[in-house]
């Protein structure tokens, strides 16, 4: 039979009575509870330091959430005040249709009187009278150019008129 010495760190001369299982070294009962100690003191630090680190994990949990919720909050406020922005435009911009709805409509008011003064009338009363005038002629198709031409600006404005629309569209809401 061999007889196995101790394999401590330490010079020790007794034999061995057990094989420690997680490092294979052969140790004397002495050493083998020496062992189991320094062991134990190791699984408790490192038991220290899994708590350690799970403590630090659930803060950083904690401070994720926190994060989070500011962020989000911080969104909310800068959503209410685009929406508040894109609502204030709106308005604006239904103000300004209308205005502009009204001013197209009064002009083509004052077009369908003017036309009704200068060339409808005088027509009907040169037929009724059944009496032509050659210059009464030319001033009725002189207004009638002259209503064509501005119901034309009307619809289709020049380049260089920025206070004229043609439309009631929503060119403005860019």
């Known amino acids: 039979m061999a007889n196995y010495i101790c394999e401590d760190a330490s010079v020790c001369v007794n034999f061995q009575s057990a094989i ?10 002495t050493h083998v509870l020496a062992h189991e100690t320094i062991l134990l003191e190791e699984t408790d630090k490192l038991l220290e330091q899994i708590n350690e ?38 308005y604006k911009n239904i103000l300004e249709i209308q205005s502009k709805q009204e001013q197209y409509t009064d002009i083509v008011k004052q077009l369908s009187q003017q036309l009704a003064k200068d060339a409808r009338e005088p027509l009907e009363r040169m037929l009724t009278q059944k009496s032509a005038n050659n210059d009464l002629v030319q001033h009725i198709r002189q207004t009638i150019t002259d209503i064509k031409q501005k119901r034309t600006q009307l619809i289709q404005p020049s380049a260089g008129s920025s206070q004229r629309s043609s439309s009631l569209d929503t060119e403005n809401a860019r």
């Open 20 to 29: 420690c299982l997680h490092c294979n070294r052969r140790l004397c009962a």
């Open 53 to 90: 680190l799970s403590k630090n994990l659930n803060a950083l949990i904690e401070d994720i959430q926190i994060t989070g919720r500011k962020a989000m909050n911080a969104v909310s406020i800068w959503r209410e005040k685009q929406l508040l922005k894109i609502e204030e435009r709106y």
